[in-house]
């Protein structure tokens, strides 16, 4: 079966810098699909970025981008310039690829703090 | 384009009574999740299902909670004679696709009992 784990519960950020935040999975899968959602005191679920297995590139988004290690299977999220609203829990994900059933697997989170 | 809507937001409920969450996907979209968040902890998979069919339930408690997704109408999550330990968010997420992409999710439906 697949696991999300991620490794610090919390973190903390200085205004303006930069964090990442760790996650490693495991599977037997090839193909399949990563993603980190952010959950705000709001508590709504929003995804932040969505990574394909089979694409090598890193995929990015504004300030958000991730470091992708298929090998050694790992996802961590790379928050840039960090801002207060940056402030939540993240959660990382996996997903089994199309085609086959599959719900989100979901790591039990990192809490972010931001400092000003 | 109207995304997942969850209600009621906040349902209070005394031990023993029934609590039911609504869930309506998004527009074009006919899988349905569930999933519980205790407080302090991740999302915990509950139940998938497709419209008339419960397709993965491994997550379900086997006593007291059920789910369907009608033909018509919104999916719903029941449980019945709810305990003190059923207080949770409960987050219904819905995709166009079987597996592969991201859920949408709702903004959660707050179960508290009494």
């Known amino acids: 079966a697949q696991t999300v784990t991620q490794s610090q519960p919390e973190m903390s950020v200085q205004e303006a810098e930069t964090v990442t935040l760790s996650c490693t999975y495991d599977?037997?899968?090839?193909?399949?699909?990563l993603f980190w959602y952010k959950q705000p005191p709001s508590r709504q679920m929003i995804l932040v970025i969505r990574?394909?297995?089979?694409?090598?590139q890193n995929a990015t988004e504004n300030r958000f981008s991730v470091n992708f290690q298929k090998a050694a299977k790992s996802f961590s999220l790379k928050i840039s310039d960090s801002q207060l609203g940056d402030a939540a829990m993240y959660f990382c994900?996996?997903?089994?690829?199309?085609?086959?059933?599959?719900?989100?697997?979901f790591g039990k989170g990192t809490k972010l703090s931001v400092k000003p | 384009n109207a995304g997942v809507m969850q209600n009621p937001r906040h349902l209070v409920r005394r031990r023993g009574q029934e609590a039911r969450l609504r869930c309506s996907p998004m527009?074009?979209?006919?899988?349905v999740y569930w999933y519980r968040q205790l407080p302090e902890e991740g999302l915990k998979f509950m139940v998938y299902?497709?419209?008339?069919?419960?397709?993965?339930e491994s997550g379900m408690p086997k006593e007291r909670f059920s789910a369907e997704f009608p033909k018509e109408g919104p999916s719903i999550l029941r449980i019945q004679q709810v305990v003190r330990g059923d207080s949770a968010a409960y987050f219904c997420?819905?995709?166009?696709?079987?597996?592969?992409?991201?859920?949408?999710f709702g903004e959660g439906s707050r179960l508290t009992v009494l």
């Open positions: 997420a819905s995709s166009p696709l079987q597996g592969g992409g991201e859920l949408f």
């Open positions: 599977t037997s899968e090839s193909d399949y699909y």
């Open positions: 990574q394909e297995a089979y694409k090598q």
């Open positions: 994900a996996y997903r089994r690829p199309r085609g086959s059933q599959g719900n989100l697997i």
């Open positions: 527009k074009g979209h006919s899988h």
């Open positions: 299902l497709q419209k008339e069919n419960i397709i993965d």
